[in-house]
């Protein structure tokens, strides 16, 4: 493939990152139709229910008979909402189709290519595939595994602590960090806490910033608010049952928990009954109840037990901590419970990504490959 395909598949990469904040439960995906290495049409996925990104291109009224649609990820083949956008390119004329990477939706996986083979279209995938990959890495991990994509943020001091002893604890991070965690939670279908920190700081949750403060055209939208609350000690008045959106708590199936869900219910929560893994909510059970709602990635905000126990259950695919440059001492609390007894048994991490936000340094890590 030629550096002009190059050139306008990163260009569809570039249209894929506007869809990111609001495509999902569809992946977000980027078009560009170009005749004789002149770009005629583009679009992106718009929120569910819209146009993909294949329709939004068409409609934008170009005659694009013979022309070469790049997209980040196979057309679709299957009637869902919209589509299938494999027969629209077909019925639009466009002779040659290239893919960044397949769709891994049982419902196209190969058939929206097949069409367009069929019809005679030109296919060539595989340009820039892990790019494309990486901008849907939620979508294609839900149906290669069949749970979101999980990151785990956190925010502590220098010496790696999140809270004082007591329990103490916001404001570790400047405004500027705590402006970058609204982006990180705008970009997620779900936010997951803890009852001890819904005890503690009785937070809201929610999403503050708007469309214009990430520059997409789309409204952004309030993530599902996920409480693990294992005994369903969360009380009715609860602040994030206040607020816009909805919210879930999982909570372990039992008599007692049966008994409290009631109110919880009546002040606007959904309560889900989830089976234990020892002591604990089983956090893959949680996750792939998630997947089921068509979370393609989660952001844990929690405190050490339950970011803790995401870690050593094996279900972190992302660390995002934040740094503030301050000691706490040794008393406060540590980033994660986790038991770790050996030196062989530490868990080793890829840097990603490194930056000052602010007074504060962002570190966003990955663990290594089957930990
Ligand atoms: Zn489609």
Redesign the pocket.
């Known amino acids: 493939m030629s550096s002009v395909d190059r050139q306008m598949m990163s260009r569809a990469l570039q249209l894929a990152a506007k869809g990111r904040f609001t495509s999902s439960p569809n992946p977000s995906v980027g078009c560009v139709i170009a005749i004789a290495d002149q770009v005629v049409a583009e679009g992106y996925t718009r929120p569910a229910g819209g146009n ?1 990104a ?2 939004e291109a068409l409609q934008a009224g170009a005659d694009v008979t013979g022309g070469t649609a790049y997209v980040s990820l196979e ?2 083949s299957h009637q869902g909402k ?4 494999a027969d629209a390119l077909i019925a639009a004329g466009i002779s040659r189709v290239v893919i960044a990477c397949e769709d891994p939706n049982p419902e196209v996986a190969g058939a929206g290519i097949e069409k367009l083979k069929q019809a005679g279209v030109e296919v060539q995938v595989g340009l820039l595939d892990d790019q494309a990959r990486e901008s849907n890495k939620g979508f294609i991990k839900r149906y290669e595994q069949g749970t979101p994509w999980v990151t785990v943020k956190m925010a502590a001091s220098l010496d790696g602590r999140t809270a004082m002893a007591s329990g103490q604890s916001q404001w570790i991070t400047t405004p500027a960090s705590r402006a970058d965690v609204q982006r990180l939670r705008a970009a997620s279908c779900a936010i997951i806490t803890g009852i001890g920190t819904q005890l503690m700081d009785d937070p809201s949750l929610t999403v503050r910033i708007t469309n214009t403060d990430v520059g997409v055209e789309d409204q952004l939208r309030q993530p599902l608010r996920v409480v693990v609350d294992g005994q369903l000690q969360m009380s009715p008045q609860a602040r994030l049952l206040q607020q816009p959106g909805d919210t879930l708590i999982a909570t372990l199936d039992g008599a007692e928990q049966r008994d409290k869900a009631s109110a919880l219910i009546a002040a606007g929560a959904e309560v889900v009954f989830l089976s234990a893994l020892g002591q604990h909510i089983d956090l893959q059970a949680l996750l792939l109840t998630l997947a089921e709602r068509g979370c393609n990635q989660v952001l844990v905000e929690a405190g050490a037990g339950l970011a803790g126990g995401f870690i050593a259950e094996g279900l972190l695919d992302e660390l995002v901590c934040y740094w503030a440059p301050k000691l706490f001492g040794h008393t406060a609390r540590p980033m994660f419970d986790l038991p770790i007894e050996t030196i062989d048994a530490h868990l080793a991490l890829s840097v990603e990504d490194i930056r000052q936000i602010g007074e504060d340094i962002r570190v966003t890590l990955r663990p290594d490959k089957d930990y």
């Open positions: 993909h294949e329709i057309p679709c919209t589509g299938p956008c």
